[in-house]
């Protein structure tokens, strides 16, 4: 197991010890606080722990190496679980704004005042965990990853607005009980749009979609400096789990042997895959200068 995986694991038993204890505190504090916001955040989180252990499977599973049957490796497992994550943010965000307009049709008490404390509480530890899993997730370059700090971020924004509704429910009185089921009908919004931001990358990586301008960029830059190398032509990236599998076109001298052209190549990949750690293989396609 490479050191990416390695962390991204880890990050992921983040995830779900934290969701685990935020969910029962949400929970509890939800219930005996009378806030259906607060439940509807713990049902959120219930969800993110879940999502969290698929994350995990994924990324173990594409971290296997590639064999007779899986060529190119294992790595589009981990954007396939990002598909379920997304699955999981849609269930709980349905979830949410059905029981929450239940609950704006209900007359009920409102809600408890120390739960304001409990949700400013895990606004700043949701926001930390964003920046954390967030951070991992661009050094390991892994989209479930990804995926799974955004459960975090769409937490911490539920979480500020059930503390934004028990806050008009509190100071404003009477009348204003279903405030904290608006604030959530609102966040199952929110979560939406953003199952939708965390569903397009992941899609974009299993139709190996044109995502990768600066990276490319940085090929035929590396490339372009090998001995023997005129240019570059065509250059494709696919992005498979953590790693990068890379297509690419050099012109090199008409008149040079084969084996020149051959040692040529070889000397393009090694330094390709010196300088990005992240690649895993590259393919070269060696085209003449031919000048008509």
Known sequence: MDQNTSEAIKASWLSIFGN??????????????NSYALIADAIESTTDVFSSFLVLLGLKYSSRPPDENHPYGHGKAEPLMTFAVVGFLVVSATVIAYESIQHIQTPHKVPEPYTLIVLAAIVIIKEY???KVSKKGDETKSTSLKADAWHHRSDAITSLMAFIGISIALFMG???????????LFASGFILYNAYLILRPALGEVMDEHMYDDMIGDIREVSINVPGVLDTEKCNVRKTGMIYHVDLHIIVNAQISVKEGHDIAHNVKNELLAHFPEIFDVLIHVEPNIEI
């Open 20 to 33: 685990t204890l935020l969910a029962i505190a949400k929970f509890v504090s939800g219930i005996f606080g």
């Open 129 to 131: 965990f964003y920046r």
């Open 174 to 184: 009477k009348g204003y009980e279903t405030a904290d089921d608006w604030a959530a």
